[in-house]
């Protein structure tokens, strides 16, 4: 699908509209517009000007493949805390702000991120910001979060919270993602 090219929306779906987080329902019929796919999800704009964001489980309805999560069945790794650190950080990069093409590891959201022993395999614990205190996409990439990190082989509790202190500034941003936002 081109960001371009208009989609007619196959079937009623609930999205979440963006920045504000708000749910509302994409009619079967209306017409939409592809401007992000990362992450699993999508963020389309709608025929009306709203941005709102698509869960992957809903692709089929702009005429994607459903996007599933579940735990990957790398059962031997599920034992080893270092690897399931590097794929809890591998789940951080693939939560992406719905209006920012970057991961929220690469734009500075990650406060802190944890591995430790919990009953039955492990525990993992980040605390994460968002670009602007007014934003209500928080409790949506908490969610968004806390599952990703549910479907690491080992992972049997998350704890994952939204903090404002310190703010967030630009200067968390990497370079790479800098980069490619054009800011250098």
Do not use: H
């Not at 007619?8 to 609930?14: A, F, S």
């Not at 200067?171 to 936002?181: E, G």
């Amino acid at each position: 699908m081109q960001p371009e090219q208009p989609v007619i929306v196959k079937r009623d779906c609930v999205v979440l509209m963006i920045p504000s987080g708000e749910k509302l329902t994409l009619a079967s019929g209306s017409t939409v517009w592809l401007t992000q796919s990362l992450g699993g999800s999508y963020t389309v704009m709608t025929d009306r000007g709203y941005m709102v964001r698509l869960e992957g489980k809903d692709a089929d309805a702009i005429g994607m493949t459903p996007i599933f999560d579940g735990q990957s069945g790398q059962a031997s790794l599920a034992n080893n805390i270092e690897a399931v650190e590097r794929r809890v950080w591998e789940q951080l990069r693939s939560c992406f702000d719905p209006e920012i093409p970057v991961n929220i590891v690469e734009l500075g959201l990650i406060y802190d991120c944890a591995v430790t022993p919990a009953e039955d395999g492990f525990r993992a614990t980040v605390r994460f910001t968002l670009t602007a205190r007014g934003c209500g996409m928080g409790e949506v990439l908490k969610r968004d979060i806390a599952a990703k990190l549910l479907a690491v082989p080992g992972v049997r509790e998350a704890d994952v919270e939204l903090v404002w202190d310190p703010p967030w500034n630009q200067s968390r941003i990497s370079a790479a993602a800098k980069l490619q936002l054009g800011m250098e």
